[in-house]
């Protein structure tokens, strides 16, 4: 009786850890790199520094940058934008502490960051246009105050077009205009 008590624990142990890894920023990308339409990049710890020289504030927060991901997907109907914004609620619901979001019916804007102790350990800015969706993924070791001021002062943005400059990729607005 003890032995099945003991595999039952086990089992529930390993349901558990496998649901949580389903809403992860790293089944997220997995899940949908692949689909139709879809951007997605890694940027290796070469390219930092080239990102870095956008501006001295992208250039502080990419030296302590250990893993970058962008993703640009398209969200052209409400089903497929409803479904896109549970699954990043599913993940920013994980242990992620909301620092903006703005929504407007199914449009989203979202900060969001992983903290430990006085540092924050990963940012994940996700955007929904319901035409397109995008995520900016970060990980590493960051100063919460630049942080807060990045997101403020829309630095963001800013390194979100200079990454897609530096792989030549169109932006949304550009893609639209062409």
Known sequence: MIFFKKIALVA????????????????????????????????????????????????????NTKDLRYMQFPSTTPARTEFLNNQMNGITGNNFIEVYRKNDDLKRNVISIREKKNSVKEILIY????LQGSFLYF????????????????????????????????????????
């Open 12 to 63: 529930l142990v390993l349901f558990i850890m496998s649901c949580g890894s389903y809403n992860s920023i790293d089944s997220f990308y997995n899940t949908h790199k692949n689909d139709n339409q879809v951007t997605a990049v890694r940027v290796p710890q070469f390219m930092f520094s080239l990102l870095s020289g956008i501006s001295p504030e992208i250039e502080s927060l990419i030296g």
């Open 139 to 178: 990980k590493g070791d960051f100063d919460p105050t630049k942080v807060r001021e990045m997101a403020q002062n829309a630095d963001f943005e800013k390194l979100t077009d200079g990454l897609l400059q530096q792989y030549n990729l169109k932006t949304p607005a550009a893609t639209n205009a062409n």
């Open 127 to 130: 955007n929904n246009n319901l």
